[in-house]
């Protein structure tokens, strides 16, 4: 079926596939360098997981089509003209027609992999925001727009991103904090909704229910969700201080309750059932790193974060070129 320069690509841009959704994705969330430039890092892990997926999908799609056209936009346009013409396999063996089987499958799980995760997570976010309103202190909302004040005595704090957006927090959060701290609580929760870090993860999500077997899958998971919360601090401290901030997640953490800045996990029957609808936790010692984070900053320098950005470009650059530029 293939002898020539299209069976190079296709490996090629397979096995970029699996060192990027590998070794090179465990690599980046072992690295300590994120948390010093979180927007730059947080886009790389974007590009290397879009890279992974054309190259996953790439590499059979290479092997379906080489033989109806010199590179991929012209395969594909006399792979849709033969289909409109009633004979879609013309010129193809069918091994290619397998390979394209193969491509169309990996396309299509990725594809409801992520349409499962919208709306799941557009479930929940529903279920939750019903869930508040049962919580929320009187059934109203803080004299702040958009906040909604859960009566629990754990310190709870986080966002309910969408249409209905609102920050949630709790009395327990209220009780412990000064008030310029919550107020960069606050800012913090705010960060996160103006940025849309949801849409951020959700990638990750799906990549992880698709590819969830390679080491470097699982940890992007996780590696994107700290960065999101180190990129909302940073965008906090625009409107608050550093001290303050740091200060009201030290409390958070020292107090051995749930951290600021995390969808909340506590004991106890109702917080039990915002727990089931919420979704995930982060642990004292990863808020005290945050803490220490800002305390002592020491962000990237330009030219490092302009690397970055140049790196995140090559992987989806590379195989998107060689895709373009073809097989013959």
Known sequence: MTTGPELALAAALLFGGIIAAGPASAALARANWPTRAPRPALVLWQALCLGAGLSFIGAPLVLALHPVGPDLPHALWTFVVNTLEGRPFDGMAWGNVLAGFIAGTIALILTVALA??????????????????????????NALAGISVVDHPSALAYTLPGWHARVVLSAGLLDLLEPVELGAVIEHERAHLRVRDDLVQLPFQTWAAGLGPLPGVRQARAAVAELAEMLADDIALARCRRQDLASALAKVAIAGVEPVGVEPGVAGPPARAVSKIAGGESSPGQVLKRVNRLLEPAALGAPARAAVYLLALSLIGLPTAMLLFGWR
């Open 116 to 141: 499962v995760s919208f709306f799941r997570t557009m479930r929940r976010r529903r279920a939750h925001r019903q869930v508040i309103d049962l919580l929320a202190a009187a059934g109203d909302e």
